[in-house]
Nanobody
Framework: QVQLVESGGGLVQTGGSVRLSCAASGRTFSSYTMGWFRQPPGKEREFVAAFSWDGVSTRYADSAKGRFTISRDNAKNMVYLQMNSLKPEDTAVYYC????????????????WGQGTQVTVSS
């Protein structure tokens, strides 16, 4: 069982930066691939980035490549999403998720989800 709590969201101007944090409970954190997803207003949840359980591989959505960076600290049971050069279309509720499946962008394969944190990018 893994419990996830996101933090770090808020209001930011276009071109600004935000770092989201996700605190995970459980002694097996290092065995889970960790992902970030987002749900823009009126749209479906979409994949943003993921970091494999072994700390080797990452995957990004095309919209995130070059602007967002996912990282994890297994010693602290934390995963982060650094978001730079933010655009209004990045406005969404951002969710942290965990899967024992492996590096994947498929939301249906993630077993555990946080409650989400709102990021609003003003134009």
């Amino acid at each position: 069982q893994v419990q996830l709590v996101e933090s770090g969201g808020g209001l930011v101007q276009t071109g600004g930066s935000v770092r989201l944090s996700c605190a995970a409970s459980g002694r097996t954190f290092s065995s889970y691939t960790m992902g970030w997803f987002r749900q823009p207003p009126g749209k479906e949840r979409e994949f943003v980035a993921a970091f494999s359980w072994d700390g080797v591989s990452t995957r990004y959505a095309d919209s995130a490549k070059g602007r967002f960076t996912i990282s994890r600290d297994n010693a602290k049971n934390m995963v982060y999403l650094q978001m730079n050069s933010l655009k209004p279309e990045d406005t969404a509720v951002y969710y942290c998720a965990a899967t024992g499946y492996g590096l994947t962008d498929r939301s249906g394969l993630y077993d555990y989800w946080g409650q989400g944190t709102q990021v609003t990018v003003s134009s």
